[in-house]
């Protein structure tokens, strides 16, 4: 009798662990034939007027809604480098960020948009700006380079 109690406790068991819950796979997402380009887009827009102005947009394209997962309250930076590639002004400096792990859902076709400002005087010259999404799951970059008069 303890046998067959044993053994129907195996056989539970291993049928709730074959339906449990899966863990999330580090391999790329598969894209639909119908998605033109990459599944997530991103898009860095800078803008010189009094200061400079930023635009990062991030698209997701795939066929079904993404899943973002940030490591911090942080979801994304803007840096602004140089002629020579030194850092001259970072979006995240001076402020504050939670340490908890997040995530934030992009409908399909879905933009997040953020916007920053670099308001003080800037000398004149050649610069590149770098927007980076901080997803761990979906790290993106875009970098544009632009010119202060």
Same mark, same amino acid.
């Not at 635009?55 to 066929?63: D, E, H, I, L, Q």
């Given at each position: 009798?303890?046998?067959?109690? =044993?053994?129907?406790?195996?056989?539970?068991?291993?049928?709730?662990?074959?339906?449990? %819950? &899966?863990?999330?796979?580090? *391999?790329?997402? +598969? &894209?639909?034939?119908?998605?033109?380009?990459?599944?997530?887009?991103?898009? /860095?827009?800078? @803008?010189?007027?009094?200061?400079?102005?930023?635009?990062? +947009?991030?698209?997701?394209?795939?066929?079904? @809604?993404?899943?973002?997962?940030? %490591?911090?309250?942080? =979801?994304?930076?803007?840096?602004?480098?140089?002629?020579?590639? &030194?850092?001259?002004?970072?979006?995240?400096?001076? +402020?504050?960020?939670?340490?908890?792990?997040?995530?934030?859902? /992009?409908?399909?076709?879905?933009?997040?948009?953020?916007?920053?400002?670099?308001?003080?005087?800037?000398?004149?010259? @050649?610069?590149?700006?770098?927007?980076?999404? /901080?997803?761990?799951? @979906? %790290?993106?970059?875009?970098?544009? *380079?632009?010119?202060?008069?």
């Amino acid at each position: 009798m303890n046998r067959s109690i =044993t053994a129907a406790l195996i056989l539970v068991a291993g049928v709730a662990y074959a339906c449990g %819950p &899966r863990a999330r796979s580090s *391999e790329p997402e +598969r &894209r639909s034939a119908a998605v033109a380009g990459p599944p997530v887009a991103a898009v /860095l827009d800078v @803008k010189v007027r009094d200061g400079i102005e930023f635009t990062f +947009r991030v698209t997701n394209n795939a066929s079904r @809604k993404l899943e973002l997962l940030f %490591p911090s309250g942080q =979801t994304h930076e803007i840096v602004v480098l140089d002629s020579v590639g &030194r850092e001259v002004w970072r979006w995240s400096e001076g +402020r504050m960020f939670t340490q908890v792990l997040q995530n934030r859902v /992009l409908e399909t076709h879905a933009t997040v948009t953020w916007e920053a400002a670099w308001r003080y005087a800037v000398p004149p010259g @050649k610069y590149l700006a770098v927007a980076s999404l /901080l997803s761990e799951n @979906k %790290p993106l970059e875009e970098r544009v *380079e632009f010119e202060v008069r």
